[in-house]
């Protein structure tokens, strides 16, 4: 219902600030009377707080409120709410918070933490999930069984703080049959920091008996919901709003700095910055996590893979936080992008005692592409065919069943490989290489999903001819709110995008909203917006049709009038219209939600999953080049191309934008990013000497094809397009370094020792004893589905 | 003694120590916050002024050693409200994402403009070694730099 195309190539209004240097982020904000907030940090992994003395530090200069866990009574988490904002009695990783601080400047609440007096008795630890899997392993939280269930259904036992299973068909009766080959691999993946230019920031005010946190956040209503749940406070009495944020990822996501400063607010009457330092973010961002994985498949010489099962090890850290979530996701990634004959699945998150774990742009698929992919390509070097050729064979398409047992719609992957085809041969040939390295290249598919659920907007109609949106929506720096949904509003209204006003987040003005992630905001929030802006739409030209004395539905909205279709210059202008209907009855608005249709899966295919089936898949095909130095170990990657399922382009170039930047996270995710946890239980990378992110020395421009006309129920046939450009970068460039060395890659990312390892044959098989042999082994119940089938 | 610091054209006092951060007097007593201390450390150059005309990280200059220096901050860059080059081109390429790293990005372009008017695509990606962006890819960066450069 418009009769504009909401696509468009429209810049960015935030931009020309953010090249003068003017945009205040969350870190850049300052409140009169403001006061600055530091945390006292645990220096142990695991142990028990003997005492914790703030009197001396309470009687140091410039000092206004110290809080403790007293203050903070809740408990939060997703799944299982096992995490209190400061420690309670037990340190479970280093890091964990024991006190805040606020005093009149950054230095006096540092010095003032020196002089908190802790004494901390040390307990054993299980730094790796290897060690937390042990039969006589230390329990990360002894107290388990205790803690508040939010959501049924996930087996639970000691270490292991979350397990999801999929089972459909007969995988033992797959893997017994004469006519397969069993291909096994294992493969282990680091941790990843997001690196978000700026920190997890926050600057908390309290006023009339209610919390105001001005925070760098994703998700307004997260933070504003478990604030509540830690501070014991009722929701209602927190309101979240959200300066333009420096870089998410996914890091803000969840909550970070928030209770702190909220808490040291209301303490201290005054307002209250606290901007976590680089170390800071450095030592405890939430990283994408670690993750042990085994898959099998049965696969027959013709390329049928008839069983295929799987076991994926992801650490949550300290506590379960999303990955207790995210064990819902192997069944769409590990188990995505091929048709499987039967299949089974554990996803297991398991405590250690390490900093926690979060969600980082494409959780859990960016590694189980990786594993799934270099899998396929070791199934096909087994029976002998053609990687390309297999991957063609065995491609979801429509009508096929995925893990779950969901119907997935439309052939998608098979055109785009073909559309990836197309871009290769196009290409112009390298030059003779004789530089003595060593070359590989791979094509490697992904799969992932809009992440939907319940969203809110509201248009409101300004007799001025302007449109105010009003969203819970948040400017990440993905653009979503400065183009997608202007551009939706503005077509929907006939009216220019940049007439439509951007309301910045504020949960006291905009209804519940999941978050900005999991790309989400113009299919989400679009479609709510879609909504609002048509009923916006209908009551304006209700009141043109008596201006106009013309029937509503031979009306356009188009370039800022109301006009009898195919008559231009007829009618009024939505201003005119506007400013009557505003006289006549009032104020014009709409309102408008969404949340995810629900597509089905099979019934008793799944247990523990927090989404059984995906409402919109996302795919993805990339392909890259690289050279291999085998006197260094060094990867160049040459050249770098993607094909991606988009639904419909709304801006093609901000897509192509997010489309590079998420595919140069990626390559730093296969060559060189990674954090390692010392013997200490500490991170051992605290900057950017030690972690070592992309520099535009390292980055080749990507190709990129935006593959359009996939089904989606998104507004306008939409689909999330910035989350997913990071999806199978690990993959495609693993596979590529396994094609130019003819070793076996089980391990990201890539680094120059790593590669050399392999080259020299030092690198011994990747062996996971934690991952039992016989896969029902690995359960720490059956799988059991509420339906009790299966 | 107070410092003296020419910020921008406007000559002002300080009365801080000698040997803190010039970022941190540019943001906590002027209020200038487009220099952003992302690392502090001197790898990501979201924090880059010019000083004399020279590129420098603002976190690893104590205050002291810019003491009566002409320092020219991402705020002092457009003039009369008009982008200057690099960042009328990083608008038009619809470069810009998060955009913290965009201040530090616009200075250290901003002097690469001015004083090598030949520069090529892999000088550009040599010149931005100090300049860590985690959003965009840096290839449009790139593109928006050739793009100034052949707008005289």
Known sequence: MSDVSATMDLRRRDAADKLRGRTRYTADRYLPGMLHAAVLRASVPSGRIVRLDTSRAARMPGVRAIVTDADAPGMMGIGIADHPLFARDLIHYDGEPLAAIAATTLAQAQAALAAIEVEIEPLPAALTMADALAPDAPLVHPNWRDYEVLFEGGAREGNVAWEATVVRGDVDAAFARPDVEIVESSFRVGRQNHVALEPRAVVASYEDGRFHIETSTQAPWGIRNATARLLGVPASQVRVTVPPVGGGFGLKFDLGVEPFAALLARASGRPVRLVNSREEEMLTCLFRENADIRIRSAVTREGEIVGREAVVLMDCGAYGGEQIFLTTMTAHTLGGNYRLGSVRLVSRAVYTNTTPNGAFRCCNGVYNTFALERHTDEIAARIGMDPLLFRRRNVLGDKDLGATGQVFQADVLGPMLDRMDTLRDAATMPPGRSDGRLYGRATTVGTWFVFVGPSAATVNMNADGTATLVTSGVEIGSGSMMQALPQIVASTLGIAPESVIVRAADTDAAGYDVGVGGGRTTVSLGAASLSAAQEVRTKLLKVASDMIEAAPEDLVMREGRIEIAGAPGSGRTVTEVATRAQALGGPISGTGAFTGAGVPAMPGCVAGHFIDAIDIPVFAVHDCEVAVDPETGHVEVLNYRVVQDVGRALNPRAIHGQIQGGVVQGLGYALHEEATIGSNGRVCQTGFETYRVPLALDVVPVEISLYEGAPSMGPLGTKGAGEVPILNVGAAVACAVANATGKRVQELPLTPPRVLELLLDRKRDLDLPHIAETWSDNLVRPHKTPQGNA | ?152
């Open chain 2, 1 to 152: 003694m107070a410092l003296s610091l020419t910020v921008n054209g406007d000559r002002l006092a300080s009365t801080a120590d000698p040997a803190t951060p010039l970022v941190d007097i540019l943001r906590e007593e002027l209020h200038l916050t487009g220099a952003k201390p992302v690392c502090r450390e001197g790898f990501c150059g979201a924090c880059m002024v010019l000083i004399d005309g020279k590129p420098t990280p603002s976190c690893l200059t104590p205050a002291a050693l810019a003491d009566g220096c002409e320092i020219q901050t991402v705020e002092g860059l457009a003039t009369h409200g008009q982008l200057n080059r690099i960042q009328a081109a990083l608008d038009a390429s619809d470069a810009v994402q998060c955009g913290m790293c965009f201040p530090g990005m616009v200075v250290s372009l901003t002097h690469l403009l001015t004083t090598r008017p030949d520069a090529t695509r892999e000088d550009i990606r040599a010149a931005l070694t100090g300049n860590i962006c985690r959003c965009t890819g840096y290839e449009r960066i790139i593109d928006a730099t050739l793009l100034a450069l052949a707008t005289k």
